[in-house]
């Protein structure tokens, strides 16, 4: 077997290299010193914009097809001021469904059955899930039901 193996041979390397660590510091300056300028940090929710001088920046749902998830207080406990159980409702272009909940507890503040939705981005709808019989002895339900929404 027979190889070739090149070998460069650098002369006036004193020069050379000189000369690359001078650029490399002129380089790095550059990247050190102009690294933040002009920067500006904004943080938006959707739906909220931000403009300055010529610039408009909107936060909006994503191109995706994942619905937008907004959280609401279902029940709130107003003597100790806080939630004791979020609903949910899901956005995707001009559909809603809801999640909450169906069976609550008064007394232990319980939910004892929550809805659900599941989307379907090919039909472009959702599919909720109820509970059409529920059994309060045992607090479960016997029976559920589902409704397509949407296309």
Known sequence: MNTRTKV????GAGQGIGRAIALMSVIAAVFFCAGHAGAKEVN?????TFRQGDLTVTCGQLST??????????YWDNYKEKCLFEKT???YKNIECVEDCQ???AFNS?????????FYPPQMAFVRTTCEKFDDYSNTCLKTSEI????
């Open 8 to 11: 460069a041979v650098i002369t």
């Open 110 to 118: 319980t939910c004892h059955y929550q809805t659900t939705c599941t």
């Open 89 to 91: 409702k899901y956005i």
């Open 44 to 48: 938006l929710g959707t739906g909220e």
């Open 148 to 151: 397509k929404i949407g296309h």
């Open 103 to 105: 069976h609550w507890e």
């Open 65 to 74: 097809d994942t619905p937008l998830a907004l959280k609401d207080c279902q």
